[in-house]
């Protein structure tokens, strides 16, 4: 695989937002704040 490719493709915008929400996802189940 291209590293450049999988570097684009994880600095695009909507790849980024995607995970910034997955792992605010697994940090708040984690937790568990109320």
């Known amino acids: ?3 450049n490719l ?3 493709n ?3 915008p909507p790849v ?3 995970f910034l ?3 605010a996802v697994f940090v708040k ?6």
């Open 1 to 3: 695989m291209d590293a």
């Open 6 to 8: 999988i570097v684009s």
């Open 10 to 12: 994880i600095l695009n």
């Open 16 to 18: 980024l937002f995607f």
């Open 21 to 23: 929400g997955m792992t």
């Open 29 to 34: 189940s984690d937790l568990e704040i109320p």
